[in-house]
């Protein structure tokens, strides 16, 4: 019943913008940590960014500076700001929710289908 949801992804060239969203929905479940995930061809997936409850950040280093990750607990959203895109950016990006179970406070993690950002000229 759990559903993510990704979108603004898209084809942009080398120093653009994209916002990437994932809206989580269903009423069964409180949103604890959220994060993006990329998958280039051929690469592990790795960690873009993620935050907390409390809206702490960590990102990695190849994105510093670059790309911001934000949350509205209001609409259960997820954002991801990127600017200055580069070429090596280009992904297919999946959001990550840590879910709490409401009633039972079982914890588990659940998993977007995926966007597809492609950074070339």
């Known amino acids: 019943q759990v559903q993510l949801v990704e979108s603004g992804g898209g084809l942009v060239q080398p120093g653009g913008s994209l916002r990437l969203s994932c809206a989580a929905s269903?009423?069964?479940?409180?949103?604890?940590?959220m994060g993006w995930y990329r998958q280039a061809p051929g690469k592990q997936r790795e960690l873009v960014a993620a935050i907390t409850s409390g809206e702490s950040t960590n990102y990695t280093d190849s994105v510093k500076g670059r790309f911001t990750i934000s949350r509205d607990n209001a609409k259960n959203t997820v954002y991801l700001q990127m600017n200055s895109l580069k070429p090596e950016d280009t992904a297919l990006y999946y959001c990550?929710?840590?879910?709490?179970?409401?009633?039972?406070?079982?914890?588990?993690?659940?998993w977007g289908q995926g966007t597809q950002v492609t950074v070339s000229s």
């Open positions: 269903g009423i069964i479940f409180r949103l604890a940590a």
């Open positions: 990550n929710a840590a879910l709490v179970r409401l009633g039972t406070g079982y914890k588990y993690n659940w």
